[in-house]
C-alpha cells in the first residue's frame, strides 16, 4: 500500500525551503564490545560505555527539550542498535497493532537514508512507550510504503509508570532497537557492515503527549523534540538527518556527543 503521509499538513513548497543554516548532529558510533539483549533495559557494559547524545532539542533547535531526552548508539557485524532514554510525566500509548499510527500519541522514532537508492529514499522506525512499532519506506516527498516491513528488526520498550492515566505522574520510558544493515539496502540482498570511519545519515526524534480528555484519540499538547532539529514541526526532512560515523573499536567512558 502506498499513501501520502499525513502526519502534519503542509505543502510541497514548504517541505522544499532550505531550513536555518544550523549546524547538523554528528554521532561517533562506537563497536559493542559485547553481545547485546533487546530487552529495553540497557543495563549492558556496552551501553554503559557508549556516549550520549546529550538532551535533545526542540525541533527550533533553540532550546532544550523540557523533557529529557537522551540516545545512544552502538554496532556490531549485523546490527546497528539505538537506544532512548524518556524522562516523561504523563505517559500516553494505546496502541498495539503494528504500522498504527503512532506519531499521534508518545512515541520515539529513527529515520535512516537508505544505502543503496539515493538520498531520496529513507526508512523510518517508531516504538511507543508499550512497544508497538511502525516501520516503513519513504520517498521525499512524502510517498510512503506501508507494506515495507523490517524483516530483520528487533526492539523492546520499558516504562516506569502507569501509561494512560493522567492523574498519576510518571518517570518514563527506555526503548532498545537493533536495525540489521541488509534491512537499509533495498537493492541487494546483502551488505557488509560499515567500515571504520565510513557514516550514515541518521535522525532521531521523540514526540511527547499528555493523556486526552477521551483514551485512544490523538495526544494533547504536542512536543516535537530532535537530536538534529528540522526546524520545522515536521520530521521527514532528509537534508537535516545526523551524521553518524562507525568507529571500529569500543567505546571508552565519553562525553555527550555534539
Known amino acids: 500500500m502506498k499513501f501520502i503521509i499525513p502526519m502534519i499538513v503542509i505543502g510541497l513548497a514548504v517541505l522544499c525551503e532550505e531550513p536555518e543554516e544550523v549546524p547538523l548532529s554528528k554521532y561517533s558510533c562506537y563497536r559493542a564490545s559485547g553481545e547485546i539483549t533487546i530487552d529495553g533495559k540497557l543495563d549492558e557494559d556496552a551501553w554503559q560505555a557508549a556516549p550520549e547524545t546529550g538532551n535533545f532539542l526542540l525541533y527550533s533547535g533553540k532550546e532544550e527539550s523540557p523533557a529529557y531526552t537522551n540516545a545512544k548508539m552502538l554496532w556490531d557485524e549485523e546490527y546497528l542498535y539505538i537506544s532512548f532514554a524518556c524522562e516523561d510525566a504523563d505517559l500516553y500509548a494505546t496502541m498495539k497493532e503494528r504500522d498504527e499510527p503512532l506519531w499521534s500519541q508518545d512515541v520515539v522514532e529513527v529515520f535512516i537514508m537508505e544505502q543503496s537508492l539515493g538520498q531520496g529514499h529513507f526508512v523510518e522506525y517508531e516504538v511507543s512507550p508499550i512497544g508497538t512499532v511502525f516501520d516503513m519506506y519513504l520517498i521525499v516527498p512524502l510517498e510512503g510504503f506501508l507494506e515495507w516491513n523490517s524483516p ?107
Open 152 to 258: 530483520g528488526f528487533k526492539w523492546a520498550a520499558t516504562l516506569d509508570g502507569t501509561p494512560n492515566d493522567p492523574s498519576d505522574k510518571d518517570k518514563g520510558y527506555q526503548v532498545e532497537m537493533a536495525i540489521a544493515f541488509k534491512d537499509l539496502y533495498l537493492k541487494k540482498a546483502s551488505a557488509a557492515p560499515p567500515k571504520d570511519g565510513s557514516s550514515m545519515r541518521i535522525a532521531l526524534y521523540r514526540v511527547d503527549y499528555e493523556c486526552p480528555e477521551k483514551m485512544g484519540e490523538a495526544g494533547a499538547d504536542g512536543t516535537y523534540i530532535a537530536w538534529s532539529p528540522t526546524m520545522k514541526p515536521f520530521f521527514q526532512i532528509p537534508s537535516r538527518f545526523g551524521v553518524v560515523t562507525f568507529l571500529d573499536r569500543p567505546a571508552e567512558k565519553a562525553e555527550p556527543e555534539e
